[in-house]
């Protein structure tokens, strides 16, 4: 007999206290809890019964180096008979030949100790039911075991996806691979790669080959490439959606093609950061006969039924310099340039659905003339969402899910597609909200780098996507989301492991034990800050300490929770803050050395220095002893960014300051 543990939100798991509660992100649907345990060790067998899907073939085989890898257990890659597998996996139909947003998508698992056995309708319900059972294999007190249970589950939200710029950076095959498992691990089903922009072109283009030539430095996909990451993906139920961005945000092109644009050139690719005014030129028929042509040659490379053309930041400047495009807008009685843009959208969309696609865009083209069935991105924030629902659109929420901007996983958790102003809707129109999409742009990331910045702030965004409305408990997300991070690890990507190699070099020979203790009092500044700091190009080294710490520091966030317990009274947390302060203190010490052999560390000097003076005081309040003279004057300094890094205990640290400065409340309450 089952016992139910009621519902989901996620204080619930930690409830069941007898056997150690696996971590799960995203959390599902509903889960009710058995007696005992399935052990996982080295007989572990896997059975595919009745799938005819290749996928779960394909991923049966991939689980037993998986499960090695997540318990340090060998497990042979042997096939098994159901009756003898430790995990059976059921699913009734093959599957649809090419992943569409409407395929069924849940499944069910159930743990028994003898026995696990995933049902699904889909291979795609199948893969995500594998992703929860690895889940679930925890180590407890005699071995790796997963808790019996049933979990039935699906998700809230047919769209759930990762954008990741390459052209900004170009990322190499392998980084995308590893991104992909990480994507499938969370349930992520939608890989939208952005493929073109000022900075790059990076795919093969036979029918167009300067475009590879002369407009990607070199740094491209071959079409061969393509159609592995295409098929890489489907085997893990991620659909893959090409975006070419036009008319703005092209400027490569132009240095293959320079007919494409309004002006006369010539063109290089871009290196700088921005919105450019290089634009394609809607007023000269040769310039579709080309894009259908292109278009053509690409819609038949991919074969999700999604095709994305870009659509955002036209300047219209280079139009407006066109005597030429002047002439052409009043020929047409188009009145400004969001009209000729609008007439632009309008013929390339028509040449996307006459090559069997479907419309998807940036919410720019959210206009009366886009084509009914067109996905529309909102990614200028929560109003255009609404409107394109109301409008009558199919539209995905992007705004609130930007990772290049560095916010917290709980800012982007708390970024509901259907809170805000889409609380508003109507039934009919709320589902016309698919989904939504987290951006990763690629201004200031590079292969090395590009996991930490999506890494693990992603898995909370897909359990958004992923679980019900009312799974909102940050604590309960923090936590799991530690766990996901670790197993995301096994997996191949490298946001946590990458920093060792990022500090070393930092550290020029020295240890670099110091630099992970500074780190985890700083975070990167935050939103578009770095490229006010300086002028970033493409070929700026981004080996700098900012580039190898994460956007969140958990050691921070751990240390200011500690402080609030602390001051609210809690004396266990005292040692323990007095222990992290102490390590922040001695680190300056300790990386002298370092700021004098290193030219990546010499600019931390002035942030290290403040970061020890901080807990210097903290200790010093923490003794009871009063606030330090010229406090305020330091606070000043010390909350300013240096590095393009920001001292993120600095308001724990205050708060213990200003309690031992203040009068203690009982005295304060005397009369
Ligand atoms: C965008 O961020 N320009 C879509």
Same mark, same amino acid.
């Given at each position: 007999m089952m016992r139910a543990l009621a519902?989901?939100?996620?204080a619930s798991l930690g409830a069941h206290a007898a056997t150690p509660v696996p971590d799960l992100?995203?959390?599902?649907?509903s889960i009710s809890w058995g007696d005992g345990k399935l052990v996982i060790d080295s007989t572990f067998r896997v059975a595919a019964a009745?799938?005819?899907?290749?996928r779960i073939a394909a991923a049966a085989a991939r689980l037993p180096a998986r499960l090695t890898r997540q318990t340090g257990i060998p497990i042979p890659r042997a096939a098994a008979a159901a009756a003898a597998a430790t995990l059976v996996i059921e699913c009734k139909g093959p599957g649809e030949k090419v992943q569409s947003p409407?395929?069924?998508?849940s499944y069910r698992l159930d743990v028994a100790a003898q026995q696990a056995r995933i049902a699904a309708p889909t291979a795609v319900g199948a893969l995500h039911g594998i992703e929860t059972f690895l889940q679930l294999v925890i180590p407890g007190q005699d071995g790796f075991a997963v808790p019996a249970l049933r979990i039935e589950d699906k998700p809230r939200f047919a769209w759930r996806g990762l954008m990741i710029d390459v052209s900004r950076h170009f990322l190499p095959v392998e980084v995308i691979e590893r991104n992909l498992d990480g994507m499938a691990a969370v349930k992520?089903?939608?890989?939208?790669?952005?493929?073109?922009?000022d900075q790059g072109f990076r795919v093969e283009s036979r029918r167009f080959p300067k475009l590879q030539q002369l407009a990607s430095d070199g740094l491209y996909y071959t079409q061969d490439q393509v159609r592995h990451i295409v098929a890489y993906a489907r085997d893990r139920g991620i659909r893959v959606v090409p975006e070419f961005d036009m008319?703005?945000?092209?400027t490569a092109w132009f240095a293959a093609?320079?007919?494409?644009?309004?002006?006369?050139g010539p063109y290089r690719i871009e290196r700088g950061f921005g919105v450019f005014d290089p634009c394609m030129d809607p007023s000269r028929e040769r310039v579709f006969q080309f894009l259908d042509a292109f278009i053509g040659e690409m819609a038949a490379l991919f074969p999700d039924e999604y095709f994305h053309t870009g659509g955002d930041e036209v300047n219209g400047k280079d139009w407006d310099r066109s005597p030429r495009i002047r002439q052409f807008k009043r020929a047409r009685g188009l009145k400004t340039d969001e009209d000729l843009q609008a007439y632009f959208s309008k013929r390339v969309h028509a040449i996307v659905m006459a090559h069997g696609k479907k419309v998807i865009g940036w919410?720019?083209?959210?206009?009366?003339?886009l084509p009914k069935g067109s996905v529309v991105q909102a990614w200028r924030g929560p109003r255009i969402l609404a409107d394109a629902a109301r409008r009558g659109y199919p539209v995905i929420l992007s705004a609130g899910y930007?990772?290049?901007?560095?916010?917290?996983a709980a800012f982007h958790y708390g970024n509901?597609?259907?809170?805000?102003?889409?609380?508003?809707?109507g039934a009919g129109e709320r589902s016309r909200v698919l989904g939504g999409e987290a951006c990763q742009w690629?201004?200031?990331? &590079?292969g090395e780098n590009a996991d930490l910045r999506i890494w693990p702030r992603m898995a909370a965004i897909a359990e958004r996507l992923w679980?019900?409305?009312?799974?909102?408990d940050v604590g309960s997300m923090y936590r799991r989301l530690e766990s996901a991070s670790v197993r995301l690890e096994y997996l191949g990507?490298?946001?946590?492991?990458v920093q060792g190699p990022m500090l070393d070099r930092i550290a020029a020979g020295q240890p670099a034990g110091a630099l992970r203790t500074l780190g985890a009092a700083l975070e990167p500044v935050k939103g578009y800050a770095r490229h006010a700091a300086r002028a970033y190009? &493409?070929?700026?080294?981004?080996?700098?300490m900012v580039d190898a710490t994460?956007?969140? &520091?958990g050691a921070a966030r751990e240390f200011s929770g500690a402080v609030d317990a602390l001051l609210a009274g809690?004396?266990?947390?005292r040692e323990g803050v007095r222990t992290r302060l102490a390590g922040w203190r001695d680190q300056y010490e300790a990386l002298k050395p370092v700021f004098a052999a290193s030219s990546l560390a010499a600019e931390l000097e002035p942030v290290s220095r403040d970061v020890s003076a901080l807990a210097a005081a903290g200790i010093e309040a923490l003794d009871a002893r009063p606030t330090p003279p010229g406090w305020v004057e330091f606070l000043e300094r010390a909350k300013k960014p240096r590095a393009e890094l920001l001292i993120v205990i600095l308001d724990p640290v205050r708060k213990l300051v200003e309690a031992a400065g203040a009068p203690p409340p009982a005295a304060a309450n005397k009369p």
């Open positions: 519902a989901l939100a996620a992100m995203p959390l599902p649907a009745g799938c005819q899907d290749a409407l395929e069924d998508e992520l089903n939608v890989f939208h790669w952005h493929l073109s922009d008319p703005g945000h092209s093609y320079p007919e494409l644009a309004s002006a006369p919410d720019e083209i959210l206009d009366p003339k930007y990772l290049d901007l560095l916010q917290p509901d597609p259907l809170g805000g102003e889409a609380a508003a809707l690629a201004e200031l990331i &590079s679980s019900g409305s009312d799974v909102t990507l490298t946001h946590r492991s190009k &493409s070929s700026t080294p981004l080996n700098r994460p956007p969140e &520091s809690d004396q266990a947390q």
